[in-house]
């Protein structure tokens, strides 16, 4: 096994890093760039001096994620469901367009699969055809409900094929095995991030997430509604950390292809962070436990040895820290009729 020192990146790696992503303007396409995960992208790229294309369809992301660059004229939105081809000149690619949480994508669960099928297909046939590097955001849903933690990338996981989750877990299997078939006949230049459960401002306040759930909970004074007995583990990664890794892979060497997992190995159970939301938010929401959802994996912790050595790449913001930023933002967004509205229904 591979020896990493753990550590803060040293000053040179970090600038080497930013000369490398700042020096040549280029013209990248951020499909899914009106969600939560693709409007940080698009915000950090614009202010790098690149232009950007952001492809949606809006069925999960919105508008106003994006309304701060609309001015900017080196952003560009197209209305566009990425399971229909297109052709879009661009020296990136960053495939984010598939809804990522479980209530979102169970709500339609083959235009889930399709969506990850085809959009891979046509992500990789837009790079086959313009020269483009592409990067998937896959997610450590191909893990499963792992039986080895903490996970690493050789690890095959353990999916159900026919549960209810498998229209998004085989969805992002199938769009990696095409990722690297296209890779091998077609020479497409590729990277494959597999995602730990990322968090931050921007979640929908009704995303279904866990962090959006218990933070929009709290705030209102509702209960915090656990699946199951709370036991189960997730570890969770700032938004902010996890760009900067999806930064750094973009401009690594083209032999750095992964698959590749970019999360934070602080692991949590759920109850703990039921508990962490309730005392940051002051609430006196009661916590209270409903049935475990199907499938849902018992734990999840990413071994990020790779992307340290790789991409000298590691998080930054502990979970309390995150939460706060969290927090923050909702308290902002959540509007007086809604806590009005929260106050009679509690
Ligand atoms: P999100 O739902 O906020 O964003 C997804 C975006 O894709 C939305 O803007 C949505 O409108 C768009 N989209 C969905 N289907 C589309 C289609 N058919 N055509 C065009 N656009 C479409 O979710 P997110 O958290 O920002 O996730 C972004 C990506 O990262 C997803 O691919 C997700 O699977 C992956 N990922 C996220 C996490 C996480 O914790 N946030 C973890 C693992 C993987
Ligand atoms: N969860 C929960 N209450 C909620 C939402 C989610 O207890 O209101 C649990 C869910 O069952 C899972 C964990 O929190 O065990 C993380 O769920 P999320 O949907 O955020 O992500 P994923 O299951 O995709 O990792």
């Known amino acids: 096994m591979r020896k990493v020192v753990p550590g803060p990146l040293s000053v040179v790696g970090q600038r080497e890093f930013l000369k490398k992503i700042s020096g040549i303007p280029r013209r990248i396409l951020v499909t899914g760039g009106g969600g939560f995960l693709g409007s940080h992208i698009c915000e950090r790229l614009l202010s790098l001096g690149h232009t950007v294309i952001c492809l949606d369809n809006f069925s999960t992301g919105r508008r106003e994620n994006l309304s701060h660059l609309v001015q900017n004229p080196h952003f560009h939105i197209i209305d566009h469901d990425v399971r229909k081809p297109y052709l879009i000149d661009a020296d990136v690619i960053f495939n984010f367009a598939s809804p990522a949480s479980p209530p979102d994508y169970q709500a339609d669960p083959v235009g889930t699969l399709m969506t990850n099928v085809l959009g891979a297909l046509h992500a990789l046939e837009n790079a086959r055809a313009t020269g483009a590097?592409?990067?998937?955001?896959?997610?450590?849903?191909?893990?499963?409900?792992?039986?080895?933690?903490?996970?690493?990338?050789?690890?095959?996981?353990?999916?159900?094929?026919?549960?209810?989750?498998?229209?998004?877990?085989?969805?992002?299997?199938?769009?990696?095995?095409?990722?690297?078939?296209?890779?091998?006949?077609?020479?497409?230049?590729?990277?494959?991030?597999?995602?730990?459960?990322?968090?931050?401002?921007?979640?929908?306040?009704?995303?279904?997430?866990?962090?959006?759930?218990?933070v929009v909970q709290a705030l209102l004074g509702k209960d915090l509604t656990i699946y199951g007995d709370g036991q189960q583990t997730r570890s969770f990664c700032y938004v902010n950390d996890l760009i900067d890794g999806f930064l750094r892979l973009s401009v690594s060497a083209d032999d750095c292809i992964g698959p590749i997992n970019l999360g934070n190995p602080g692991e949590f159970t759920v109850l703990e962070l039921a508990q962490m939301v309730r005392s940051l938010t002051g609430s006196r929401s009661r916590i209270v436990h409903q049935a475990a959802a199907v499938d849902d994996p018992r734990q999840r912790r990413p071994d990020i040895s790779q992307a340290l050595t790789e991409l000298a790449w590691e998080p930054k913001v502990i979970l309390r820290d995150g939460l706060e930023r969290t927090i923050a933002y909702f308290e902002e967004r959540l509007s007086a009729a809604d806590r009005a509205t929260a106050g009679q229904a509690v």
């Open 133 to 214: 590097t592409v990067i998937q955001s896959s997610t450590s849903e191909i893990y499963g409900d792992p039986l080895l933690s903490p996970q690493r990338e050789v690890y095959f996981g353990n999916v159900n094929p026919i549960g209810p989750r498998a229209c998004y877990d085989e969805g992002k299997r199938s769009a990696e095995t095409l990722f690297f078939d296209y890779h091998r006949s077609h020479r497409v230049k590729i990277k494959v991030a597999r995602i730990f459960n990322t968090y931050g401002p921007r979640m929908r306040p009704d995303d279904g997430r866990v962090i959006s759930n218990f």
